[in-house]
């Protein structure tokens, strides 16, 4: 497989992962563009990996992961989350439901990074637990607690939310 | 439920997912700036692997793979050639599937120098397939071990390499590079094509270059034709240094592509490199070419040219590589390859 083909079939699903697994459109760009760009210069090793579209994947993630800790991540995060108190900002919402639903949204940007992986893996994924820990290189057993540890806390945060939704949204951030 | 609402969120946010289009585009840009700036430090001896392995017998090309110089083709900052090579060099007529060029080049040690060896195809040789004794053109049409099996018996010389050049496939390769620039010493018209190439320096596109080299002259028949040839490979060699250097990495994968198709070489892939970067110092100003020194017979009413003692003289120098001293000796044997 060339990397055009590979590109072709493969990007805007790369697009989509990245969009929830970074929670943030610009910045899933950037991470995809990222990976792409090194995943072009090193191709021919990359085609060899037994399954180039689960190399790349991981690549993206530990693009995220990695990136979080420098200052471009701080300045991206920092647009980031201006963008989404402006999203919100616009009045009562319409819909209660709705507003809950972000909440989720909200609720997973705020999980630990590799949780948050974990997560998207699975149930965006779909892919099994035994994928995941090759995409995050870690053994099985911590994929299935980052898994079991996320739901917990999305569960309980949104218990929270459904009783103070009100004040957490207006706060705009941890509660 | 946790699970559905996870889900529902997530199908929720695709309509946030940027286009792949536009990023693909950006992808590729930056990849090709990034391997740009990489290659920047290499692409002298981009090019000039480009040129060796067009211009020169193209042992080096069976490993410039398409879009493959980017990272490891390239990549070996090799020392200087620290041993000499021989790579032999052939052209077929398409006609009789006879060899219409045989030329050996000589490479030294240090990398620096070349030298082009046309060896006349009507050289008697023995023992070939050919019904024993005959012209040095007739093995080939018994396939490129025969020739090459031929010219070391006749030259004594070690091949390091061979060469198919396929003179159809070099037009499109020249006018990839834009050209080149040849200076007609004797004014010669076409058998093929009944065209007529003045005296003096001109541009040639692709096919006019390749069909006057391929030409006899008027005042040494055969040995003009060599010349050409050999004037052809340093002006394809001096354009690839200069205007027609590729100015990308995508150029040079389709140059190489392109000299892919052009010449068959036997060399195993992966050496391609390394003899690429042992050969950096290289410049068209360092190849010298050479003739043999011709010696006329008739046999059953057949001309032959035979090999006499001067030119067992010149592929012992070869051999042992001291052409240098050789070559200062026989001033007369060196042909003016430029201008």
Partial sequence: MTFEEFAAARLPALLRYAVMLTGDPHLAQDVVQETMVRAQLKWRRVARADRPELYVKRMVTNQYLGWRRGAWFRRTVLRDEVGDGQAAAPGPDPAEASAERDEMWARLSRLPRRQRAAVVLRFYEGLTDTEIADVLGVAAGTVRAHISRALATLRDGLLADRTESVLVRAGGGRP | ?339
Wanted: charged residues 20%.
């Fill in chain 2, 1 to 339: 439920m946790i699970e559905e609402e996870l889900a529902a969120t997530f199908a929720r946010h695709e309509g946030q997912v940027p286009a792949a289009e536009p990023l693909r585009a950006r992808i590729d840009e930056t990849a090709r700036r990034r391997r740009r700036r990489r290659t920047a430090a290499r692409s002298a001896g981009l090019a000039l692997a480009l040129a060796v392995v067009v211009a020169l017998p193209a042992l080096w090309l069976a490993g410039v793979r398409p879009g493959g110089h980017d990272r490891s083709t390239l990549r070996t900052a090799a020392s200087p050639a620290a041993v000499a090579r021989n790579v032999l060099l052939v052209t077929a007529d398409p006609a009789s599937g006879q060899a219409a060029t045989v030329l050996v080049a000589h490479l030294p040690v240090g990398g620096g120098a070349a030298y082009l060896i046309s060896v006349p195809t009507d050289t008697m040789v023995h023992g070939t397939p050919c019904g024993g004794t005959a012209k040095l053109s007739c093995p080939l049409t018994h396939g490129m071990d025969a020739e090459r099996k031929a010219v070391t018996s006749l030259t004594g010389l070690r091949l390091d390499g061979t060469a198919v050049v396929h003179l159809d496939k070099v037009p499109a390769l020249i006018d990839a590079i834009g050209g080149v620039d040849l200076c007609v010493d004797q004014p010669v018209t076409s058998r093929a094509t009944g065209k007529s190439y003045a005296r003096g320096c001109a541009h040639f596109d692709g096919t006019d270059a390749v069909d006057y080299a391929q030409q006899p002259t008027p005042a040494d028949h055969d040995f003009g034709r060599q010349r050409h040839g050999q004037q052809l490979m340093v002006a394809m060699f001096t354009r690839l240094m200069g205007a027609g250097r590729p100015a990308s990495p995508g150029q040079a994968a389709g140059l190489a592509r392109l000299a892919q198709g052009a010449v068959t070489t036997d060399t195993a892939e992966g050496g391609v490199a390394e003899l690429a970067g042992q050969y950096s110092a290289l410049r068209p100003g360092g190849v010298t070419g050479l003739r043999v020194p011709d010696l006329y017979t008739q046999r059953d009413g057949t001309g032959y040219q035979l090999s006499g003692d001067q030119a067992t003289a010149l592929y012992a120098a070869a051999q042992s590589d001291a052409l240098a001293p050789f070559v200062a000796a026989h001033p007369d044997l060196v042909w003016k390859l430029t201008g």
